[in-house]
């Protein structure tokens, strides 16, 4: 079991220990979720990662972010030929 104080302040240090098992590093953001009278903290996700996970509305196919990235480029490239602006 892990320890950690809290300051005057209400802050405390996510162990070392701790920060290795979730593969926290600077700068990361963590969830904190009560259960009963735990807490639980785990990584936030990053929105990426949540973005995948989203399901299209029954009887609709998905659309690939990467698909529609491309074809916003492809317009935004067509349109700056097309006002000589490449």
């Known amino acids: 079991m892990t320890h950690s104080t809290i300051t005057s302040k209400g802050q405390t240090t996510v ?3 701790i920060r290795r ?3 926290l590093e600077a700068g990361d953001r963590i969830v ?4 009963g ?3 639980v903290i785990r990584p936030q996700p990053e929105a990426m990662e949540v973005f995948g ?3 299209p509305p029954a009887g609709k196919s998905g659309v690939s972010f990467a698909d529609e990235r491309e074809k ?6 067509a349109g700056a030929a097309r006002e ?3």
Do not use: H
């Open 15 to 17: 162990p070392a220990s």
């Open 72 to 77: 916003s480029r492809a317009a935004w490239i």
């Open 21 to 23: 098992a979730l593969g």
């Open 84 to 86: 000589g602006l490449e």
């Open 37 to 39: 009278d735990s807490v």
């Open 32 to 35: 904190y979720e009560i259960q």
């Open 53 to 55: 996970s989203l399901k």
